[in-house]
């Protein structure tokens, strides 16, 4: 069996907690794209984990794997395996495995990121961790793999031939050239205690679903943020979709069994690009303060707004959703009404499905339907039954106008505070 698990928005909708959810029923839990540019909350047995590369399975016996589709830091890398230990968790080579080809983030990818972006003009707001020069490197094939850190050999001359160029492009944005070659010897260290670890994760996964195991996929980042259906240019530098799983871990579209999209209550962004919902005024300060939204990896205030329907429409289709998990209902706890952004009106015309253009995303103005509020405090509640009448119909809503069905509801960031519709 193989699911994936996709955000539905622009990140931070919760994949953290429903991959932990979810992770006891499966034998692997892998991370296909992105890299620490994620930040995947897990609140469970008393305690907080903010995971930005290990899967969040960690806290389960499932096998962790992360492919080569991810751009991987090994420092963050060593620091959460740190972190888990200090916590109880010990992560070895049985537990974790990272391909053979993922590519590494050098100290010269998060310069240049730094510097590009304060180069431009208009701002993307990325999270300054070297995820697109990372990707960049990738495509351009001038990547440096998990296996070349882990051989010194193979690392150095690797590096002879790709510096130069490295030096060339921090010259241009007029940062310091010695980055091109720093962190070299740390790296070799890094790369030596990681050498265990190394795995070919399409194999693994391949061989699991002949013997009849459970894989879980989890995405990071969300479908609006995908580099090729996203909002250019606020979007990320890898492919957030569920097909992207299949690709990225090697493993055929045919395999699949189940996608998850995961969906707030209402809607977040973190960085620039268009929101059409976006609240800025009490509303955006109840849905912040209430939910928490800072960002995970930067601590950036996390722009709020209504939730949106075209948007939720369009990510189904990017996905195939064959169902949702609804998170965060909990803090539309205190607002009266609570509304639901249907469709918009662009020049004159009323559209139920964003524009492609991210110009014309930013023009769009919501259109929006009331329901009424509820006050009570519901994180504690077990079942649908349970929840206040105005809270079921919202659901129900959601449900109808979406057209897939909502699986999970969340209500509350512990494990416990989930339950199935
Ligand atoms: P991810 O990137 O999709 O894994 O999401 P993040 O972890 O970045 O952000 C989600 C935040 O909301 C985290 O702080 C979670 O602990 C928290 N959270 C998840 N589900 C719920 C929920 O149902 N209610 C509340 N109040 N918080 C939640
Ligand atoms: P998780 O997995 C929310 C956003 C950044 C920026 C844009 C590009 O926790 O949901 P990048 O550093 O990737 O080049 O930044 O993408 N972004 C995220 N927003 N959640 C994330 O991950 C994100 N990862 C990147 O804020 O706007
Ligand atoms: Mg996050």
Redesign the pocket.
């Known amino acids: 069996m193989f699911t994936i698990i996709t955000?539905a928005q622009f990140?931070?909708?919760?994949?953290?907690?429903i991959v932990d959810m979810m992770a006891s029923q499966y034998d692997i839990v892998a991370r296909f794209q992105g890299g620490d540019n994620?930040?995947?909350?897990v609140?469970a047995e008393g305690k907080?984990y903010k995971l930005h590369l290990i899967p969040?399975g960690v806290l389960f016996d499932a096998r962790l794997l992360i492919g080569p589709g991810t751009v991987m830091n090994p420092k963050i890398l060593m620091e959460e395996i740190a972190m888990l230990a200090e916590n109880g968790t010990t992560v070895k080579p049985d537990k974790l495995g990272i391909d053979a080809k993922t590519s590494i983030i050098m100290p010269y990818h998060i310069a240049l990121d730094s510097l590009r972006e304060s180069k431009r003009a208009v701002k993307i707001g990325t999270t300054n961790r070297g995820i697109g020069f990372a990707y960049i490197d990738k495509v351009g094939r001038d990547e440096i793999q998990m296996a070349d850190i882990a051989d010194r050999n193979r690392f150095l001359k690797r590096l002879e031939e790709i510096a130069p160029q490295k030096e060339a492009a921090i010259r241009d944005l007029g940062g310091d050239l010695s980055i091109a070659r720093s962190g070299i010897e740390e790296y070799i260290e890094i790369g030596k205690k990681l050498k265990p670890y190394i795995t070919d994760v399409s194999r693994e996964i391949n061989l699991a679903l002949k013997e009849g195991k459970k894989v879980l996929a989890e995405g990071a980042q969300g479908s609006h943020l995908d580099i090729i259906h996203g909002t250019q240019k606020f979007v990320t530098s890898s492919s957030t979709v569920a097909g992207s799983a299949c690709s990225a871990l090697g493993v055929g579209p045919t395999k699949v069994d189940k996608v998850i999209g995961?969906v707030k209550a209402y809607i977040t962004r973190v960085g620039e690009g268009p929101l059409p919902t976006e609240q800025k005024n009490a509303v955006g300060e109840h849905l912040r303060g209430k939910?928490?939204e800072f960002g995970?990896t930067t601590g950036r205030p996390r722009r709020c707004g209504w939730f949106d329907l075209p948007l939720a429409r369009k990510s189904i289709d990017l996905n195939g959703y064959t169902g949702m998990a609804l998170?965060?209902?909990?803090?539309l706890t205190g607002l009266d009404p609570v509304k639901v952004c249907t469709g918009y009106e662009l020049d004159g015309k009323i559209i139920d499905y964003p524009p492609e253009l991210s110009d014309e995303l930013a023009r769009c103005k919501p259109v929006y339907t009331e329901l009424p509020g509820w006050d009570e405090d519901i994180?504690s509640r077990e079942n649908l039954r349970e929840l206040p009448e105005n809270a079921k119909e919202y659901i129900g809503l959601l449900e109808q106008l979406m057209g897939v069905g909502i699986e999970y509801i969340?209500?509350?960031?512990g494990r416990q505070?989930t339950f199935t519709n």
């Open positions: 955000g990140g931070d909708e919760g994949k953290g907690k994620a930040g995947h909350t609140v907080t969040s995961v939910g928490g995970t998170t965060k209902l909990d803090v994180s969340s209500v509350g960031p505070q």
